[in-house]
């Protein structure tokens, strides 16, 4: 236990002498297990030896060692968080004013149910229930968290870019004190980071974590909220574009060599559309089209509006994902394009070589083709930038659709796609740029220290 302690104590001296500013992140840190350990009438402990104590001021101080062949269950018993060995109450926390917390006696893993744990377990009682929470040093925490995050066969570079921005995600969330009342400093989904204790820990996303311990992306001397994702499919997004806030740090950019980037497709009928509809609270009638009225930087869509016989819905942001969850699940990005659009008419498209720019109808332009014939441009041209095959329409001007069987959308990418492409970063690694490259590549006008 002594061990543990001196551990975490060392991070945070890391953490310190890096130049963090981690006012509110101590040598301990506080994971609400919310997914599984959340809201429960008991909790099992398998471990055979556990030491009980209490929290004293971030650190584990113990009270009393216990031994149970079949292990210990805690739940509530007479207002206090207890003990039990079978059906036979071995101790009671009956120090309200601290922590009940419990730790394996030889400062190894304490584990609950099928999930195993580094550091100390504490039962933060609500009425007749309980929830776990893991007190953990910062960086073992990112042990559990970066295997999650990212694949532990990922280049080492990635890794190690990953490592630093999960270390900077949970400095800010940290300190923006989201999980305050819960009595922790972070949950363990996604909504912060994914964390399933040390069942999925790697040797190479530990490496990853331990080359890179105290390292933090700053912008204006603060870190950043340094927010990532599965895929772009070609390109990152701009924070307003996605959330509301405007992050000067979170601007977006071009992937430069994504690997295997996710590509998708959804075929709705107008029928599933209409229940997409009404789970949403639209009431617009029968649904008779879908258009992509607005595009973002890049060409990601900003702006869905459904038709109706009586009106029509429009969607903005992220909404436009979460839209079809009902019918099949959220659409995995809005990198997409309608299949068989039309491109609403008066649009014009930009075309220039380099030195100039000349605007018109796409019906203006003509296509040559390698043995100099021409054509009319088409509903179906694509462009390569190097990188991805996009489709001219979804990345230039509004597209809609009245098919009458349904709708079908061809897409690139996975997630809300702003900060770092997990995918891309993969790929500039394979590519020879270092942690380093990639991160200020993603994150605009950041240092790293």
Request: charged share 10%; with cysteine.
């Amino acid at each position: 236990m002594r061990k543990f302690w001196l551990l975490c104590l060392l991070a945070f001296a890391v953490l310190i002498f890096s130049g963090a500013s981690i006012a509110n992140a101590p040598a301990s840190i506080r994971i609400g297990l919310t997914s599984n350990f959340g809201n429960r009438d008991s909790i099992h402990i398998n471990n055979t030896n556990i030491t009980a104590g209490y929290d004293n001021n971030g650190v584990f101080q113990s009270h009393t060692q216990l031994h149970s062949a079949s292990g210990f269950t805690a739940r509530m018993s007479g207002g206090v968080v207890a003990l039990y060995s079978g059906n036979q109450q071995v101790f009671s926390f009956t120090d309200t004013t601290r922590g009940a917390q419990v730790m394996e006696t030889g400062g190894g893993a304490i584990n609950l149910g099928n999930y195993s744990y580094r550091g100390a377990i504490e039962f933060s009682p609500s009425g007749t229930r309980i929830t776990a929470i893991n007190v953990i040093c910062p960086e073992e925490y990112l042990f559990g968290v970066l295997p999650m995050e990212m694949s532990h066969t990922f280049h080492i570079e990635a890794l190690r870019a990953q490592a630093i921005a999960s270390r900077t995600f949970m400095i800010h969330r940290i300190n923006d004190g989201h999980h305050r009342n819960n009595g922790f400093d972070l949950c363990d989904s996604t909504h912060c980071q994914s964390y399933s204790g040390t069942g999925r820990e790697h040797v190479n996303t530990t490496r990853a974590v331990n080359e890179t311990a105290g390292l933090l992306i700053y912008h204006n001397n603060a870190p950043i909220l340094a927010v990532y994702f599965a895929s772009s499919g070609g390109s990152t997004a701009n924070s307003e574009d996605v959330w509301v806030q405007t992050l000067p740090y979170l601007r977006a950019v071009r992937d430069i060599a994504e690997h295997n980037p996710v590509e998708w497709t959804r075929t709705f009928t107008w029928a599933q559309i209409n229940t997409a509809l009404a789970n949403a609270g639209a009431n617009i009638g029968t649904a008779t089209g879908l258009t992509i009225t607005r595009t973002c930087t890049y060409g990601r869509v900003n702006e869905l509006t459904v038709q109706g016989t009586s009106g029509q819905h429009v969607l903005i942001r992220e909404s436009i994902r979460t839209f079809f969850s009902p019918i099949g699940g959220s659409l995995m990005s809005r990198n997409f394009y309608i299949a068989g659009a039309a491109p609403a008419t008066g649009v014009n498209v930009s075309v220039t070589d380099g030195s100039s720019v000349l605007s018109a109808a796409i019906t203006s332009f003509l296509l040559r083709n390698t043995q100099g014939a021409t054509s009319p441009v088409s509903t179906g041209v694509y462009v390569f930038d190097g990188v991805t095959m996009r489709r001219v329409e979804a990345a230039t001007q509004t597209q809609v659709t009245t098919l009458a069987t349904g709708v079908t959308l061809h897409g690139q990418g996975w997630g809300h796609g702003v900060g770092m492409s997990q995918r891309g970063a993969h790929g500039m690694a394979l590519a020879g740029y270092t942690y380093r490259q990639i991160l200020l590549h993603y994150y605009t006008g950041v240092e790293i220290r």
